[in-house]
């Protein structure tokens, strides 16, 4: 059954109508390490040698590792870390104020005092740890442009 089930694969990895099932069936990657990757970035480090600076800028990935050359111009976070921050301020700073109204019930400027520069210092403090853990996952998943066979396939 598993013999008939790879010439299957095998058959269907050669056919022309599944040009990237090639690359993927008929070689193998090295396993990463998506945990050691992300805490990497989660510290602006690059994700494959955690050396290397993962930033040039608060939120510009840096084109390449400056220790082991690893090429991160082509990560794709894209919106994913503001959602992510989003989700985690929002449920820290809702929590906390529904706990202070139903405890002490204080004035709307005590909210205001509070809550707003909490909310703008998680959200600034989280943001560039969250970018930089997204990239050390998509390198560590070989996505988007992080795989290298992936580049000589397509030239």
């Known amino acids: 059954m598993r013999g008939m089930l790879r010439d299957e694969v095998a058959t269907a990895a050669s056919s022309p109508h599944f040009p990237a099932m090639q690359t993927d069936v008929m070689t193998q990657r090295p ?11 989660f510290f602006g480090r690059c994700p494959s040698c955690g050396r290397g600076h993962l930033f040039r800028a608060f939120l510009k990935v840096a084109d390449k590792c400056d220790v082991c050359g690893e090429e991160m111009r082509h990560h794709q976070a894209d919106d994913a870390p503001a959602y992510f921050v989003i989700l985690i301020v929002g449920h820290i700073v809702v929590a906390l104020a529904l706990e202070l109204e ?15 520069p909490l909310t703008l210092g998680l959200a600034l403090g989280l943001l560039q740890p969250i970018k930089g853990s997204i990239v050390g996952l998509q390198w560590a998943q070989y996505m988007h442009g992080f795989d290298p066979r992936a580049a000589s396939v397509s030239d």
């Open 31 to 41: 396993q990463r390490d998506v945990l050691r990757a992300m805490r990497h970035g």
């Open 102 to 116: 139903i405890q002490f019930s204080p004035p709307y400027w005590v909210h205001i005092a509070l809550w707003i």
